[in-house]
DNA sequence: TAGCGTTATAAAATCGATTATTTATCCAGG
DNA sequence: CCTGGATAAATAATCGATTTTATAACGCTA
């Protein structure tokens, strides 16, 4: 292996996707205000067309909103979106985890301890917060990964996207995060002991709880 | 209201979004193949850049493929694909109709009962299949419309899409057809009467059938 | 004649400028 | 004053041309 580690970023369309993507994930933008091009066209020195290609792309994915002649606009934050991601990930996580206990072979478990403890490594580190959000997705990523629905993996990505543009929003709250992160560990256990009843019950509570958390970045948008 | 019909459809970019969207999911286009940006652009008479950002969101949405740097292509038929994308719509959907038929109101009832008769009427006249089509796909659409989630509802709406690629693909099954067209109206008989657990396995049944037509069309491309 | 580097061709990606549309500004009439 | 309509400024959308990259064609060497 070695050179196909592209996705896009090759491209200048590609790589500005990629930033603005995380860049909205990660709340630098003000939500429900309207893009304005030219300035984000300033800023990562990029040309027009790359710059409304990946535009284009994050509206259809749904990190934007497409106005017809006027131009595209970051999604404000509403409670009752909220309140939508957190059951779909409830049920569409809950269901790929079901499947990914069921079909995940040993290789699966060596991936998804690996994963948690790096995760649980960065948690110590409070000041690498980009760090430990990559690997946080990363280990969620792993846990369902077996699960033989790349449709089912698709959506999830996307609704855990949407989930942590609130998020990223909220405030700190450490004593959840000390529970949110021992959960980390509860899932990977549960998982390789087949449990799949009780690992379903624990994500239930672990998106409940983060919704909790994340509900508070609800707040600052309009409601 | 009057003026708000757009949704895209102002601008160029947005037409030719729609048309493509379209000739996707009818399989006017040979699945595998790479797409001709140039031949597009004589095709459809439009510039390069709304065509480049259609294309860009078609990618976005699942009915193109977008490598680096080598343009767009057409995803080609699996079989496993269409697996996967039938089990989504079971589970989705089941889980949207059940919901639709705890929260519908009269209003859905009626509507309901609208959309059922109109496509009964289509059924008779075997020559306006995009008719038949968009009728089939609104039917659908608005049996499981107050399920109360959007997300849930895009999903199954990208999941339609990719589906009908498949259906569209295939030969004419006129025996399948007659009891698929009767599910649809048995289907608004047990919405009615609240019958969860009857509509849940109806739809179940009636993907699978679909499923079974479907199948015949992803024979064609490779395996 | 089977590889392998080189050049020619085709296609994708990007740029810079133009056109169309919306939004802001200003002024006249009620 | 406030409202509505015309004009000006700003922004979105599109075009035509250029640059970059991939693919095909060719000829050379072993």
């Not at 592209?6 to 790589?15: F, L, Q, V």
């Not at 990559?134 to 790349?150: D, E, I, N, Q, Y």
């Not at 449990?195 to 609800?218: C, F, N, P, Q, T």
Request: glycine share 8%; with cysteine.
């Amino acid at each position: 292996m070695g050179i196909s580690r592209d996705k896009g970023r090759t491209t200048t369309s590609g790589r500005i996707y990629d930033t603005l993507r995380q860049d909205l994930v990660n709340g630098r933008f003000v939500a429900g205000e309207k893009v304005a091009i030219s300035a984000l066209k300033e800023y990562y020195g990029v040309g027009l067309s790359p710059l409304r290609e990946a535009l284009n792309r994050l509206a259809a994915y749904g990190l934007l909103e497409q106005e017809s002649q006027r131009g595209f606009r970051v999604p404000r934050l509403d409670r009752r979106e909220l309140d939508d991601i957190a059951e779909m990930r409830r049920e569409l996580e809950g269901m790929a985890l079901e499947r990914a206990i069921r079909f995940g072979d040993a290789e699966w478990e060596s991936e998804l301890l690996a994963a948690a403890h790096r995760l649980k490594r960065a948690d110590m580190v409070p000041e690498a917060v980009d760090e430990w959000e990559r690997l946080h997705t990363r280990f969620h990523r792993t846990l369902v990964a077996p699960c033989g629905s790349v449709w089912l993996l698709r959506f999830i990505e996307q609704l855990h996207d949407q989930f942590d543009r609130y998020r990223r929003m909220a405030p700190e709250a450490p004593e959840v995060r000390r529970v949110l992160d021992a959960q980390h560990g509860e899932l990977v256990t549960l998982a390789l002991e087949r449990d799949i009843k009780g690992a379903r019950e624990l994500m239930d509570d672990h998106v409940r709880r983060s919704y909790e958390v994340a509900l508070k970045g609800a707040m600052s948008g309009a409601d």
